[in-house]
């Protein structure tokens, strides 16, 4: 059976301690913001995850989507999961109160997201989805179409999707084909094929609205020719409930490794009705800001099956009895030990549990900045918080996922045989966190954007966001008497992130192959650096917090240890990845294709 406890004292440690929400109640909108209150919404957050979605996640996997004439039923419990989630306001949590949100801050719907994720993946796509969508249109969309949708967005009770790959185009949109016709009232017909469209067609709402790319009559050939569109399952009638059927067709649904209560679609638009977002010709633009959403999310969504994973393996780690440890028996009581007393057990276990709170920190931080982007009454505050995610949405959508498949196998491994077959449910999260490394740009994409895109930029200008906090940090803290034996190996992989940086800054503009044989080990660098420095900042506060802990001692007791276990034996891998960026594209492309 799976288990799975929001991680709420970690949470808080995350938003009230490492990243001062205090701080937050003096961004517009946030005034009213207290500890309190948000505690209040995250443990009710946690029941829901707790009660409503976690119950349904194994079951789902089992029984996965059902597709009859292009109507989608999701699995059985979904509806009323939803309706649940919906009728709760969760769909609203961090939505404009003109539209009827809450109006929440995403320092807190990310800790939320990564709850649902954590309890039940596949129910996460539909309101992530409708969530990215909002925001899609709420950017981006003119007065009418705002009032027209976005309230029922809002409120959960029409979903969203984003409509992007093509059969023959996934990474390389600037290929796809489908296509839109201008109408006299404005409006355009919409026709062309989609694959792999999550939440396309499902049973969970009255009504789903595509966000879908597509070419004009005139439009240049690639990227510069991509137009938005927003086109409705139902057209709205006047009142506002859905009218008549527009033209797109769920022509099947992908039988798939992972996520099977996600209902994955083929979808057919028939010179369907659809409106422009945004500009002619700029759709691309226009999409970066629901895939910029998107890429944060996903990174949360490895984030939280990790966690899930990791709670699973813990609690089995503590139960299962094999062996004896090595330095003799622990519970001589028993026939043999619990496995947690094996050192190679503890390296998988604190493995997990590193990156997993390490990467819940990292991502407190670009949260953070997404508030302050959003909210910031200064203009030069915001950019520089702006310039911050940019760098960073990259880095936590490939690191946080790449880190949880290996949560997931490692989980699987400290189960032994019993997490390989499914009795235990473990086994499905390495299925379920496969696909977060491929959709939404791919790994290899991302570390594409880090160093083709993000690193150059506007002169290091987004390098600096980061670059400059972390330096000063180490000259603050390497001499600290109580985290300054941390603070070391942070400096030195620093010192290999630094040196990386200028070599593939200067080997790039040379080359751009160099660049690209650099880049997925450059993001891994660039990640552990940044999850370095997220563990060296939590044991400053850990160890000034110890001495007055009383009943939380080992709570900080902890993050010490881990923190000293992530220095020691996860970051040194800086260092390797430092020797292959090092080593250039010599030989990964010397070899003649024909002997592949
Ligand atoms: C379950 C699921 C849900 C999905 N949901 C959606 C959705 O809701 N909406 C939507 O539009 N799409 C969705 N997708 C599609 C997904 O985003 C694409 O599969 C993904 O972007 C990769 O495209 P592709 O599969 O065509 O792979 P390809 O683009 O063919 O890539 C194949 C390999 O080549 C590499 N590669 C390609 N180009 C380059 C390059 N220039 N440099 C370096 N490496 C490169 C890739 O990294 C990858 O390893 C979903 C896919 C799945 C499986």
Known sequence: M???????????????????SAALASLPGCEELSQELIDSVLEEAARIAHEVLLPINASGDEEGCHYENGVVRTPKGFREAYATFRDGGWTAIACDPAYG???????????????????????????????GAYRELHAHGTDELKARYLGKLVDGTW????????????????????????????????SGSKIFISSGEHDLTENIIHFVLARLPDAPAGTKGISLFLVPKFLPSEDGRPGARNGVICTAIEHKMGIKASATCQ?????????????PNQGMRAMFTMMNTERLSVGLQGLGVAEAAYQGAALYAKERLQGRALGGAKSPGPAADPIIVHPDVRRMLMTIRANVEGCRALGGWVARSLDVAERSADPATREEAENFIALMTPIVKALFTDLAFDSANLAVQIYGGHGY?????????????????IYEGTNGIQAMDLVGRKLGAHNGRYLRTFFHPVAAFIAAHRDDAAIGALVKPLEKAFGALQLATAQ??????????EAGAAASEYLRLFGLVALGFMWARAAQLAAERLPQADGEAGFYRGKLATAQFFMERILPQAGALFGAIKAGKGAMMAMDEALF
């Not at 593939?504 to 192959?513: C, F, H, K, V, W």
Request: hydrophobic share 40%.
């Open 504 to 513: 593939i800054a200067q080997s790039g503009l040379r080359d751009p192959e």
């Open 267 to 279: 979808l057919t638009f028939e010179d369907a009705a659809g409106w422009m977002i945004g500009a």
């Open 101 to 131: 949100g809450q109006g929440l801050p995403e320092s807190v719907n990310k800790l939320i997201e990564e709850m649902i994720c954590a309890a039940n993946l596949s129910f996460s796509l539909y309101p992530g989805l409708s969530y």
């Open 159 to 190: 979903s969203g999707t984003m409509c992007l790959t093509e059969a023959h185009c996934g990474s390389d949109l600037g290929m796809l084909r489908t296509r839109a016709v201008p109408q006299p009232d404005g409006s355009y017909r919409i």
């Open 421 to 437: 077959i499914r009795d235990h449910g473990i086994e499905q999260y390495v299925r379920d966190a496969r696909i977060p490394m």
């Open 2 to 20: 799976q288990v799975y406890k929001a991680p709420l004292r970690d949470m808080r440690f995350v938003l009230h301690e490492l990243h001062d």
